[in-house]
């Protein structure tokens, strides 16, 4: 049955999301550089995510789950778990440490 049937029918219909849903989420000590940490994700999983400095939250991360079907957004949700979990996994020994770090951006510490 269709959504339009279902209207004709007089059913209860719930109207497909066009919308988006963002959370952020607290990064631990060792991964706490956001811009650092979504340029990995990016290059060695193949996940976007907006670091939460960008968004006035610096040692964050902003994740979108947009209007995505269910199966992409599994295979994304998939993929950001992993990318996490390895960099979490061995990030202090991947990641340099804070004082040496620079700005992706300006170049500058």
Partial sequence: TTTEEKKEEG?????PG???????????EALADD????KRL??????????GAS?????????CYSNLP???????ADRLFKGLTALANDGAARLPPPSSRTN??????
């Fill in 70 to 76: 269910l199966d992409p957004c599994r295979e994304a």
């Fill in 42 to 51: 990016v290059d060695d999983f193949d996940v976007a995510l907006i670091p």
């Fill in 11 to 15: 059913g209860n219909v719930v109207s």
């Fill in 18 to 28: 066009t919308g988006a849903i963002y959370f952020l989420a607290s990064l631990p």
């Fill in 104 to 109: 992706t951006t300006t170049g500058a510490p």
């Fill in 55 to 63: 968004c006035g939250a610096p040692g964050t991360i902003r994740v």
């Fill in 35 to 38: 811009d650092l940490l979504a």
